[in-house]
């Protein structure tokens, strides 16, 4: 009987623990990038701080470490780069501004940590610049960057194909994310765009399907092809005053539910929001200058029959080509052409 007894109090216990104990206990947490508390040096150790992204969950956690000794530097026109991770053993990398004889690190070179197995943070010093080309590309195990305002430039494809980042801090003088910059990153959900971005390139961030919002800065001027193509998880996105450019294919195969587009947008690329089937509601303010539809290639291509268009033109504007509008063209002989329901201002719903 006591045996019993004992056995069904320990099945209980299993069965409401999940049910009080959060996610700490329930499943591993998704932790944003480090911030800095303490300035690490190479003899004593600094402190950061992190906290958990999920919904409700209020977990923070602390971690105290040296700068990272053993890695290798090269020199190109009197300035000091990160060349790879040498010797270094870290996981959780803190890249100093100085090197251990005291030379300023300029910045951290191309595909310094190309494919790393190991790492899964990184941390780049204060007074460091530049971020090379592929630097982190590949590195699967990495999980969150902490990049200082200083870095003003970061390469294309610097983190291409990290599948497990799920948070980045990224520079407040960055003007521009490069092309294919965080493509293929599969876990990527917390980025901080910096007030005083202007660029999105080609492909920055295709294929993050776990990315759900992007809350641009009123900098913002252009978003490139293919940018956020495939973020199947995207259903917000803010479409700043100041934006001139969404380039073709931008956010084509995402799962936005909306677009209100801002009145300083000049231009308004063939497809791009293609196959976006969650897509219901766009509003096409009247100063948009051009709206491109080469061979029908409208920017709503094939994306929700429920979509509704709405602008505070009278008629469709010279600039906007004959097939702005057209949601489906069918195979020769197979049917008629399908378009997207426009309402005009001078139109009630």
């Given at each position: 009987m006591k045996r019993t007894a004992i056995t069904c109090a320990l099945?209980?216990?299993?069965?409401?623990?999940?049910l009080f104990s959060g996610?700490?206990?329930?499943?591993?947490?998704?932790?944003?990038?480090?911030?800095?508390?303490?300035?690490?040096?190479?003899?004593?150790?600094?402190?950061?701080?992190?906290?958990c992204l999920d919904a409700g969950c209020d977990y923070t956690e602390t971690k105290e470490l040296r700068a990272s000794a053993g890695l290798i530097y090269t020199e190109s026109d009197g300035r000091i780069?990160?060349?790879?991770?040498?010797?270094?053993?870290?996981?959780?990398?803190?890249?100093?501004s100085e090197t251990?004889?005291?030379?300023?690190v300029y910045g951290i070179g191309a595909s310094a940590f190309l494919d790393d197995k190991q790492?899964?943070?990184?941390?780049?010093?204060?007074?460091?610049r530049e971020i090379g080309s592929g630097a982190f590309a590949g590195c699967e195990a990495l999980e969150s960057v902490?990049?200082?305002?200083?870095?003003?430039?970061?390469?294309?494809?610097?983190?291409?194909?990290?599948?497990?980042?799920a948070s980045v801090r990224l520079p407040a003088s960055l003007s521009a994310i490069p092309d294919n910059c965080f493509c293929g990153c599969i876990s990527l959900i917390d980025v901080s765009f910096?007030?005083?971005?202007?660029?999105?390139?080609?492909?920055?961030?295709n294929r993050c399907s776990s990315l759900n919002a992007a809350v641009f800065p009123e900098t913002l001027q252009t978003v490139g092809s293919f940018a956020f193509c495939d973020c199947t998880s995207l259903t917000?996105?803010?479409?700043?005053?100041?934006?001139?450019?969404?380039?073709?294919?931008?956010?084509?195969?995402?799962?936005?539910k909306s677009a209100l587009l801002p009145p300083t947008l000049e231009k308004l690329g063939s497809c791009a929001f293609y196959r976006c089937r969650s897509l219901t509601d766009v509003f096409l303010p009247k100063e948009v200058r051009t709206v491109e539809a080469p061979e029908g290639m409208s920017p709503f291509y094939e994306s929700s029959d429920q979509l509704t268009v709405r602008t505070d033109a009278l008629e469709k504007s010279p600039g906007w080509d004959e097939g702005f509008d057209i949601l489906f063209i069918p195979d020769a002989g197979n049917g008629e052409t399908v378009r997207v329901r426009v309402l005009y201002k001078q139109q009630k719903n």
């Amino acid at each position: 009987m006591k045996r019993t007894a004992i056995t069904c109090a320990l099945v209980l216990t299993a069965l409401c623990l999940p049910l009080f104990s959060g996610c700490q206990r329930t499943r591993a947490h998704t932790m944003s990038a480090y911030t800095v508390l303490e300035e690490p040096t190479y003899s004593s150790k600094g402190k950061l701080s992190r906290s958990c992204l999920d919904a409700g969950c209020d977990y923070t956690e602390t971690k105290e470490l040296r700068a990272s000794a053993g890695l290798i530097y090269t020199e190109s026109d009197g300035r000091i780069y990160v060349a790879g991770k040498g010797g270094c053993t870290d996981s959780v990398i803190y890249i100093s501004s100085e090197t251990q004889d005291q030379k300023k690190v300029y910045g951290i070179g191309a595909s310094a940590f190309l494919d790393d197995k190991q790492i899964t943070a990184v941390i780049v010093g204060k007074d460091v610049r530049e971020i090379g080309s592929g630097a982190f590309a590949g590195c699967e195990a990495l999980e969150s960057v902490t990049l200082p305002d200083s870095a003003a430039t970061i390469g294309s494809e610097c983190f291409l194909s990290c599948e497990a980042l799920a948070s980045v801090r990224l520079p407040a003088s960055l003007s521009a994310i490069p092309d294919n910059c965080f493509c293929g990153c599969i876990s990527l959900i917390d980025v901080s765009f910096p007030v005083g971005l202007e660029t999105i390139g080609y492909s920055a961030f295709n294929r993050c399907s776990s990315l759900n919002a992007a809350v641009f800065p009123e900098t913002l001027q252009t978003v490139g092809s293919f940018a956020f193509c495939d973020c199947t998880s995207l259903t917000f996105c803010s479409f700043p005053t100041g934006l001139t450019s969404l380039s073709p294919y931008s956010f084509s195969g995402s799962g936005l539910k909306s677009a209100l587009l801002p009145p300083t947008l000049e231009k308004l690329g063939s497809c791009a929001f293609y196959r976006c089937r969650s897509l219901t509601d766009v509003f096409l303010p009247k100063e948009v200058r051009t709206v491109e539809a080469p061979e029908g290639m409208s920017p709503f291509y094939e994306s929700s029959d429920q979509l509704t268009v709405r602008t505070d033109a009278l008629e469709k504007s010279p600039g906007w080509d004959e097939g702005f509008d057209i949601l489906f063209i069918p195979d020769a002989g197979n049917g008629e052409t399908v378009r997207v329901r426009v309402l005009y201002k001078q139109q009630k719903n």
